[in-house]
């Protein structure tokens, strides 16, 4: 089967926004609902995991600094992910910080622990979104300590692809959510090369900017054949609406 079989962006319609809710509401009723503007972050702190957030719409950062002047972003959380501050790493001014307006729905943990014999369904859906992420986090570590850079850039557009892409005259469009600082630090890449990294892409006619943060996939087999992860990176971000499920 070929990338184009597997993928196909004249169906494509995008993973970014808010879906319908089932579950959710269900959660809602007995959460805290926390509104982040662009950019705003909501500290979390490892040492007191007193709460559960659950993204409910916009995409959120979890980022931390090892020095005065250095910085990681251990992860991205999309809508329907699940985060305890206990995963986040024990570095200073652990955060999450909203890329772009986000809706999180934030739960005491009793509340939480409380759905394993009130709410099965509820609690379950909550575990295996906690171990999705797990595996988008092994392959994200596995990206960065294997892969070049090249590839890397190449495996954060496939990302951004199934997850927020639409179909457009000559391609696949997103907005990308991350700065271009951001997009380094996710990477471990110098500014310098990312930038480099993505005139390469632009010049060989796989993607196409249309503006400092809009950017086309003109050639989506193209951008397959430049990751050697392509194939799991489609199998865990394809097709994925998991507030369905909540």
């Known amino acids: 089967m070929s990338s184009t079989d597997e993928f196909d962006p004249m169906t494509h319609t995008g ?5 319908s809710a089932g579950l959710l ?11 982040l503007a662009h950019h705003q972050r909501l500290p979390v702190d490892p040492a007191q995991p007193g709460s559960l957030y659950v993204v409910s719409s916009g995409i959120l950062v979890l980022q931390a600094d090892v020095t005065d002047t250095r910085r990681v972003l251990p992860g991205l959380l999309y809508p329907g992910d699940v985060f305890e501050p206990a995963h986040a790493p024990p570095l200073k001014d652990a955060a999450l910080m909203a890329a772009t307006p986000a809706e999180v729905l934030r739960l005491n943990m009793k509340s939480y622990a409380s759905l394993a014999e009130d709410n ?3 609690y379950r859906a909550l575990h ?26 190449a495996a954060l557009l496939i990302e951004f692809t199934l ?12 907005e990308t959510p991350l700065t271009r600082s951001d ?29 400092r943060s809009h950017l086309v996939v003109r050639d989506w087999d193209g951008l397959v054949a430049e990751c050697p992860i392509a ?8 097709g994925v609406n998991p507030l369905r499920k909540l």
């Open 163 to 174: 997850r927020l892409g639409k179909p457009v005259a000559g391609g696949i469009a997103f």
């Open 25 to 35: 509401d269900q959660l809602r009723a007995m959460a805290s609902v926390v509104r």
């Open 231 to 238: 194939e799991p990176l489609q199998a865990l971000h394809r």
């Open 120 to 122: 099965t369904g509820l």
């Open 15 to 19: 993973r970014g926004a808010p879906a």
């Open 183 to 211: 997009i380094a630090d996710y990477l471990a890449l110098n500014r310098d090369t990312l930038s480099r990294l993505m005139s390469r892409l632009k010049a060989s006619r796989i993607l196409l900017q249309m503006d």
């Open 128 to 153: 295996q979104r906690l171990v999705a992420q797990h595996a988008r986090l092994t392959l994200h570590v596995n990206t960065i300590g294997m892969l070049s850079g090249e590839e890397r850039v």
